[in-house]
């Protein structure tokens, strides 16, 4: 499939050919959810922690005398049913990230890269330059039209470009090993430097 190729001023620059094995996919969101959830499940912290009877610090001195009070049986102010007691099966700091096959992540990549050119919202631009100020970038975005945007680049970002781009609201800046599904669903648009494209293709061919 070929699509046309633009500069960041909005001048042609020809067109590149997209591989339907990457791109001409069709999506399906059962497969997207599922790396989506993987890779939020991966990035939460888990340092959520309560403390339990064993850590609350109280005397370990039995409360009061075992018979005669009428009231129940009770050998510590730790215990859960007491105010400032120990929690019970409260939260403990663990990991939340679970397995996901290699073949279904990069099945999930290609989908979202499908997705974004079923929607009309992928755009190739020719490279990812600028000089370095942000004033010149952010009027390039806004002539665009690209309000909530990601650039995937090659290999490496441009230094000029990702500084320019580093205080412009809405637009992030990926290299392609850093191409992933939730950054690309969360934006509306996905612009893909003719680096990118060929990054992309190599890594999921």
Known sequence: MKLDVIKLDGGAAGSVELGDEVFGLEPRADILHRVVRWQRNKAQQGTHSTLGRSEVSYSTKKIYRQKGTGGARHGSRKAPIFRSGGV????????????????????????????????????????????????????????????????????????????AAANIDGLDVLPSMGANVYDILKRDTLVLTKAGVEALEARLK
């Open 88 to 163: 019970y099966k409260g939260p403990t700091p663990r990991s939340h990230a679970h397995d996901l096959p290699k073949k279904v992540r990069a099945l999930g990549l290609k989908m979202a890269l499908s997705a974004k050119l079923k929607d009309g919202s992928l755009v190739i631009i020719d490279t990812a330059e600028a000089d370095g100020k942000t004033k010149t970038l952010a009027k390039m975005i806004a002539d665009r039209g690209w309000k909530r945007a990601l650039v995937i680049d090659g290999a490496e970002v441009n230094e000029n470009f990702a500084r």
